[in-house]
């Protein structure tokens, strides 16, 4: 919503594009089966498509706007999707955007009673934590679509308003200004959100809990110094009775949210009038003395709400549609992109027959997994933001009283911020052989840490766009019986990127070459001469071997394709 | 397992609990107990205890809480 008197999409900050209508060739009768479909150019189908190009795998994207997202909305990115956006190629827009955090303060009846610290060391190349804008995030990977015009087709104003799913492949009907088409797809992503067009052609339901609490979300433009940190108010005097948040963004831009109280009308509480009225008492308690313009605002709803399935047959489910889980912690966006890589890379091994269409058995399992953490520990977040029962409310208050006093219960105001999933349980991850070889370093199933080499240089910048060896060794030449097992590798996948790591400082202009004079890697992935980690296209270790053995890391690459157990 | 209060420690115990409940005046009585709860049971350090403690205290009447499943299909946000 934006002021009275304000077109739709004015924004006092961002200029939203028009995206014209082009006809498909589907218009005039073209037909042709698309490699993958995606329903929707929110972040997590753009992901999707730029993780396909990036494998050599054609899409076509279907969006009924014609402009990005109405609004700031999802405005906190990870780490972990940095570094997806880093892979991807398309981060350097962001770096140069966001504002980047790793602390956070928590307020009880305005004393300062937390401060959150977020994990942070000098081996990350990324902040913890990021803001930025979603129609930032959006324009800013439509503009890195245009590297692949052979690869990736935005197609706007093209509505999905039928669905065929079968065993050999997907045909929607989209209606669009000038007509309608048939679309016919070997897969199709459906990242068409929340309200998901796909997920209600298909006729399937979110299941779950749908925790109570409503949330007012309101940007404001106003001159305001205040390091970029995440400030949360309980109790406070600019809002007694409920819960505030108040995050800075790019632009001069800070998002004010608050919660609305159990008895209090929905509609009411983001009339204009009101939703001024209450920013104006959350602003004077932070100290906000001049001038404020109200930019747009919307209304939240705490849920935790997910499929059953994320696969179904040919379509596959990512990002919203799938799942909706709690704003607290950061995970709708966050967890989308995730969705959005894990799908891309199995699809494009299938798609390019470097693995059975059984690969994509696993993608529910690991990307279901994740939500039922996110749940687990949103869920936990919700009910101490929004206590849903009058003994919940009773314990927040009795541990926010305590914590200006007690460290003890400090710990409840932490917001629990998301991470990484790990995938150890899932069907593509070899299991460590010998228990007990390594101490340290990402496990069977983490996703890969960074680690700093030099100014502006660390480990990630080398990882490759599909599978990734890392071998520790001093020695040029690989072992024959190596060079046969790479040789092996390469015919499995023959974009993988084998990347040698050295501590003889000796090797440096070989681009497969890492040098570790520091003995930094060897350290953090607790690697002696010999040592191979295998990882998986989004950065997740699938195996790991203290001493390389051949046959058991080629078994490892088949089980991360899809294939049995050996 | 540690060590009960001895019967004249719980009494004195009995007694500073009933003068802090009226000293915390009726508006702010379950407040102060719950602060009370939630200190003490961080001070005993072992959960099983405090799972029986709560138990004994609502005559085996409360178990773990579980939400009941309701449709959903609001609007999105994104704020931590």
Known sequence: ?566 | MNKSLEFDELEQVYELIADAIDCAGQESEVLFLSKLCITLAHRVGDLQLVEDAIHIASDGQCTAHKAAPCPGNEKRGGTP
């Not at chain 1, 990005?68 to 999707?81: E, F, P, Q």
């Not at chain 1, 999905?160 to 079968?166: I, P, R, W, Y």
């Not at chain 1, 309200?195 to 007012?216: A, F, I, K, M």
């Not at chain 1, 007990?436 to 480990?459: I, K, M, Q, V």
Request: a negative charge; one cysteine or more; charged letters at 25%.
């Open chain 1, 1 to 566: 919503m934006r002021p009275a008197g304000k077109q739709p999409l004015q924004s006092l900050y961002f200029d939203y594009p028009l995206f014209e209508f082009r006809q498909p060739p589907e218009l005039h009768g073209g037909d042709m089966q698309h490699p993958v479909v995606i329903a929707g150019a929110g972040p997590v189908g753009l992901t999707a498509a730029l993780a396909l190009a990036q494998q050599g795998v054609a899409s076509v994207v279907v969006e009924k706007k014609d402009t990005v997202n109405d609004g700031s909305r999802a405005i906190c990115v990870s780490r972990h999707s940095f570094e997806t956006l880093q892979q991807l190629g398309a981060v350097a827009a962001f770096l140069d955007k966001a504002l980047g955090w790793t602390r956070g303060r928590c307020y009880y009846r305005d004393q300062l009673i937390h401060r959150l610290e977020m994990p942070h060391s000098e081996d990350e190349r990324f902040l913890p934590m990021y803001n930025i804008q979603q129609q930032y995030i959006e324009q800013f990977l439509i503009d890195k679509t245009a590297d692949y015009p052979d690869l990736i087709e935005l197609r706007w104003q093209s509505e999905v308003s039928e669905l065929k799913n079968s065993a050999d492949g997907v045909s929607l009907g989209i209606n669009t200004p000038e007509g309608s088409y048939s679309l016919r797809g070997n897969y199709l992503l459906a990242a068409d959100g929340a309200r998901s067009t796909v997920r209600e052609l298909l006729g399937l339901r979110l299941q779950g809990d749908n925790l109570p609490g409503n949330y007012v979300i309101a940007d404001v433009r106003m001159a305001h110094e205040f390091p970029t940190e995440r400030r949360s108010f309980f109790e406070s005097s600019g809002n007694p009775d409920a819960t505030v948040l108040v995050h800075r963004q790019p632009d001069n831009i800070w998002r004010v949210d608050w919660q609305i109280l159990p008895g209090d009308d929905p509609d009411d509480a983001v009339r204009e009038n009101n939703v001024r009225e209450r920013v104006a008492a959350i602003l004077a308690m932070i100290g906000h003395e001049g001038e404020w313009e109200l930019e747009w605002w919307s209304i939240y709803t705490a849920n935790t709400l997910c499929l059953d399935n994320y696969r179904h047959g040919r379509v596959l489910f990512i990002g919203d549609s799938g799942h909706i889980v709690p704003i607290f912690g950061v995970r709708g966006l966050n967890n989308g992109i995730a969705d959005a890589v894990n799908a891309a890379w199995k699809l494009a091994c299938v798609l390019k027959r470097l693995a059975p269409a059984s690969l994509l058995d696993s993608y529910s399992p690991e990307r279901r997994g994740a939500t039922i953490d996110v749940l687990r520990n949103a869920g936990k977040s919700s009910r101490f933001m929004t206590p849903p029962t009058r003994g919940y409310a009773l314990m927040r208050k009795a541990v926010l009283e305590l914590a200006l006093t007690q460290e003890f219960t400090r710990p409840f105001a932490d917001p629990r911020q998301v991470q990484p999933y790990n995938y150890e349980d899932s069907p593509l991850t070899t299991p460590e052989a010998g228990a007990g070889e390594f101490t340290s370093g990402p496990a069977p199933g983490a996703p890969l840490h960074n680690c700093r080499l030099d100014e502006d240089d660390y480990l990630l910048d080398h990882i490759g766009h599909s599978f990734t060896v890392l071998y520790f060794s001093i020695e040029a030449r690989p072992s024959s019986e190596l060079a046969a097992l790479f040789a092996q590798l390469y015919q499995l996948d023959p974009a993988c990127c084998i990347l040698r790591i050295t501590g003889a400082a000796d090797q440096v202009n070989e681009d497969d070459v890492l040098v570790d004079a520091s003995g930094r890697i060897s350290r953090a992935y607790d690697a002696i001469a010999g040592t191979v980690y295998l990882v998986r296209p989004d950065r997740y270790v699938a195996g790991r071997w203290k001493s390389a053995n051949p046959e058991e890391i080629l078994a490892a690459l088949r089980r991360a394709l899809g294939g049995s157990k050996p």
